[in-house]
Structures are given as structure tokens and as C-alpha cells.
């Protein structure tokens, strides 16, 4: 897919950079480059959507230091930081 | 006696386990009652700031013997109790209240509570999400927090552990001289009742007029999903104790407490005389705005739920503990309004020295219950 679709941009997921566009969701860009831990749940275990569509909270990832949003509502745009794997 | 127990605790919110734990320890046989469980009200609903706190020598003498009794088990609480000894960070706004902050310092140090100030140009090292501009803050470095339901049933436990009895979902209807009687009729015998029943304490003396009323002073709480590093101690506003310990009907101040969890735990506000237990979205807004002027990345977060507590106040802010002269062996243990996580300890220590007819460390007349009665006329004087 990345081959055949136009990058815009760049935004930062736990530091390293990946290019994508802003008509896409940050879970389709994690999707994309095969990042499949969004999130730990508590005990320990991986999270990824699930729904797709914002309703289970699955996917949550932090953007701007402290700001935890659903991965898969969240439009990628130039430069966001994008920090996963947290609880 | 004959008697089958020594005594009867009434009420299984942090104060009554506190004190059903010291009296097992003094050798007692204990029985222990509450209508539903373990620190299901007042205590479940606090942020379990262990603070020592300074309106007046009474209050400090309390606060402050609480903590060294807390300190010397926060190191055996269980990892459900949450303990995070990170302190206590006051900010200034002011000049005012820089000097306030200042001669709190000095305070505390001439009693051997350790407290440094900190310099506006050091502040963002020690909360980096404070707003620019405070004109410095009080560190006490020995504050600490805890999970109050669960210290509750740690307490529960240690005096489960070495004899004591609990009569969980069981109502007391009344006390009185020799014992209490409870919803399904049964009178229990015991030659001591302490009565640890929280905002339900007066209405269960039949009768009986201390010449006082504690009012309901209801807060409310907000909890966020996980974000660790946003602060790093519990941080309040220095006019939280103007705000917060003044008389007006309704305020907030800004209160945040990190929990071991990762998440921020975000206070607070005060309405007297409000007993309903419902979240009310105008005092939740004022309660966040007011915390926004002080971090505003507070906006950024989101909050996972909203709660609230009734806190049972006095007259004069302090707690009722001690002997009720007119019903001898009647004993109270409540009031403690915002302070009763921290005062658990020495509220209980109190009693059972009261109760062993031992001295204690320190002086126990102003939390008396009678003290209100005197001035009144009333049968219940010192």
C-alpha cells in the first residue's frame, strides 16, 4: 500500500519518524507500518483497535506528552508526537 | 462483667477500624459494626492526603502525632494501600501568600515537621506542568498519600488478625448506656460503645444534646486515565487553606495528587449543608477551571470519573473524640471533616487511652465532646 499511495508528511510515533498523510487516522498509520501495541493494558497485556470506530477505547495512545486519545479518531497531521504503549 | 465482648465499635470507616485495631491491640475483645462494609463512606470517597495540617495547635498536635503513628507502618501497608511518599508541594500565588507559606514554614519547623520554600525559578524543575509565574511554594517533604478504603481494611484486618469481631451489614439504630440496639432488634452488651459512625454519629445518641450539630460539607473528586509524569507530589494551592478551611458556603481550590496508578486525582471543592451525593457539573466546572489556572495541560487530560463525599464538620473545625459524661462508657470518635485519614491513627490512640484510663502524648481536652455543651447549659460539661 505505502507504495502506491502519495505521503504528505511526517509525524513521530515513540520518536521515530513514518510518512503519512492527513486523510488518514493514526491507527491506519500504525496499521500500515505493522505497530501493534497501541497501549499495555494494566496487567501487562497488548492492545490494538478492536472496533475501529471509537467506541471501545482499545487503541488509546498519547500525543502532546499527556493527551490520551483513540488512535483510530485522531487524524494524523504534520509533526504530531505520538507516544504508545503506555497503560 | 459477664459481658460476652469489652466493647462495641460503631461505624467501619477508617476511624472505627483504627480504633477497633488499637483497642484489640490494648487487649480488649472487640466487636466491630457498620450497615454495609469495610470504609464504604466518607473513607471511600477521600483523596487520602496524609497532611499535617495548621489552623490551630489543636488540629497540628493531632495531625502531626497521626503521622508518626502513620510513618511507622506506611513501610507494612500492602500494595492495594497505594502508599506514595512524594510530599506535599503548597504554591504561592502572592505576596501574601508567599508570606503566609513562609511563616508556615517557620511553624512547622519549630516543630520539628521538616518544610523547605522553593524558588519561583526552581518550581518548573519540581512540577514541570505548573503554570509560569507563582511567586514560589512550600515543600513539606514528608507528606504522603494512601488508598483510604484499602488502609481501612488493612486496619480491619489487623484487628480481625488478633481477635476482633465484624458485623458487617448490620444497622445500629441506638445507643446507650450498656450497649447498642440494631435494626433487627437485637440489643448488643458491652460495657464500652465507641461510636465511629461518621455523619450518622449524633442521630445515633438518643436523647442525648452535646449542644452542637456537625453539617454536611460535601466535596467533589475527579479522576483521569493514566498519564505518569504529569505531577510528581501532591500539589495544592496555598490559598486552598483560605479557600478550603474558610466559611463561606461554596468554594473550590486546586488540588492534584498523583497516583501510584499513573493517574491524577483532581480536587476540590466544599458546600456546606449539602448532603445529596450527586455529581453537580457546575461545582465540577468551577472545580476544573480553578485547576486549569494553575496547570493548564490540566485541560488536556481526560477524565475516566467523578465522584463525591460527604465530610462530617463541627463548629470549630475539630474532631469529637472522648468520653460523653451523661452516658457513661459512651464514647465518640467523629467530626474529623477533611482530616480523618490523616487523624485516624491518633484518634484511635486517644480513645483507647481514654478507654484503658492511660495517659496519652498528647493533650485530648480539645477534642472533648462535651466542649460545646458547657457554654449552653446543657447536662454534658468536662
Given at each position: 500500500m505505502s507504495g502506491r499511495v502519495e505521503r504528505e508528511f511526517e509525524v513521530f510515533v515513540d520518536g521515530r519518524p513514518f510518512a503519512a498523510r492527513s486523510d488518514w487516522t493514526l491507527a491506519t498509520l500504525l496499521l500500515n507500518e505493522g505497530h501493534f501495541q497501541f497501549r499495555r493494558a494494566v496487567k501487562g497485556g497488548t492492545r490494538a483497535p478492536f472496533c475501529?470506530?471509537?467506541?471501545?477505547?482499545?487503541c488509546r495512545v498519547v500525543v502532546d506528552d499527556f493527551r490520551t486519545v483513540r488512535a483510530c479518531m485522531t487524524l494524523c497531521r504534520p509533526g504530531l508526537e505520538v507516544r504508545t504503549g503506555g497503560e | 462483667m459477664s459481658s460476652l465482648r469489652d466493647v462495641i465499635v460503631v461505624g467501619a470507616g477508617i476511624v472505627g477500624s483504627a480504633c477497633a485495631w488499637w483497642l484489640a491491640r490494648a487487649g480488649l475483645a472487640v466487636d466491630i459494626i457498620d450497615?454495609?462494609?469495610?470504609?464504604?463512606q466518607s473513607t471511600a470517597s477521600a483523596m487520602g492526603h496524609l497532611v499535617v495540617m495548621d489552623d490551630s495547635e489543636a488540629q497540628f498536635a493531632l495531625c502531626h502525632r497521626s503521622r508518626v503513628l502513620w510513618d511507622t507502618f506506611l513501610p507494612h501497608l500492602?500494595?492495594?494501600?497505594?502508599?506514595?511518599?512524594s510530599g506535599t508541594l503548597w504554591v504561592a500565588r502572592d505576596e501574601d501568600e508567599l508570606a503566609a507559606a513562609e511563616a508556615r514554614r517557620d511553624f512547622y519547623r519549630d516543630r520539628d515537621v521538616k518544610a523547605e520554600m522553593v524558588a519561583p525559578a526552581q518550581l518548573a524543575a519540581y512540577e514541570p506542568n505548573l503554570r509560569k509565574g507563582f511567586r514560589g511554594a512550600l515543600l513539606v517533604p514528608q507528606d504522603a498519600s494512601i488508598y483510604p478504603p484499602a488502609a481501612a481494611r488493612w486496619l480491619m484486618d489487623k484487628a480481625l488478625e488478633i481477635g476482633a469481631k465484624f458485623h458487617r451489614g448490620r444497622k445500629v439504630e441506638a445507643i446507650a448506656d450498656g450497649g447498642v440496639l440494631t435494626r433487627d432488634g437485637e440489643v448488643l452488651k458491652a460495657p464500652v460503645v465507641v461510636n465511629?459512625?461518621?455523619?450518622?454519629a449524633l442521630e445515633?445518641?438518643?436523647?442525648?444534646?452535646?449542644g452542637l450539630a456537625m453539617r454536611p460539607r460535601k466535596g467533589h473528586l475527579v479522576i483521569t486515565d493514566r498519564v505518569p509524569g504529569f505531577c510528581r507530589r501532591q500539589v495544592l494551592e496555598f490559598g486552598y487553606l483560605k479557600r478550603a478551611?474558610?466559611?463561606?458556603?461554596t468554594s473550590v481550590a486546586f488540588n492534584i495528587q498523583p497516583r501510584r496508578t499513573g493517574q491524577m486525582l483532581i480536587g476540590s471543592s466544599r458546600q456546606f449543608d449539602?448532603?445529596?451525593r450527586e455529581v453537580e457539573l457546575p461545582i465540577l466546572s468551577r472545580m476544573l477551571t480553578r485547576a486549569q489556572e494553575f496547570m493548564?495541560?490540566?485541560?488536556d487530560l481526560n477524565c475516566v470519573r467523578a465522584w463525591t463525599g460527604i465530610r462530617a464538620a463541627t463548629p470549630d473545625g475539630l474532631p469529637l473524640i472522648g468520653p460523653i459524661l451523661s452516658a457513661p462508657g459512651v464514647f465518640l470518635a467523629a467530626?474529623?471533616?477533611?482530616?480523618g485519614i490523616t487523624t485516624a491513627l491518633a484518634t484511635a490512640e486517644l480513645i483507647t487511652n481514654v478507654v484503658m484510663e492511660r495517659r496519652s502524648r498528647i493533650d485530648g481536652s480539645p477534642y472533648l465532646p462535651g466542649r460545646f455543651a458547657e457554654s449552653k447549659g446543657l447536662r454534658d460539661v468536662r
Open positions: 475501529g470506530v471509537g467506541i471501545c477505547h482499545e | 450497615p454495609e462494609a469495610v470504609g464504604t500492602p500494595a492495594a494501600c497505594e502508599v506514595d511518599t465511629a459512625a461518621g455523619m450518622a445515633l445518641l438518643r436523647g442525648i444534646d452535646l478551611h474558610g466559611d463561606e458556603d449539602v448532603s445529596s493548564p495541560r490540566i485541560a467530626g474529623h471533616e477533611g482530616l
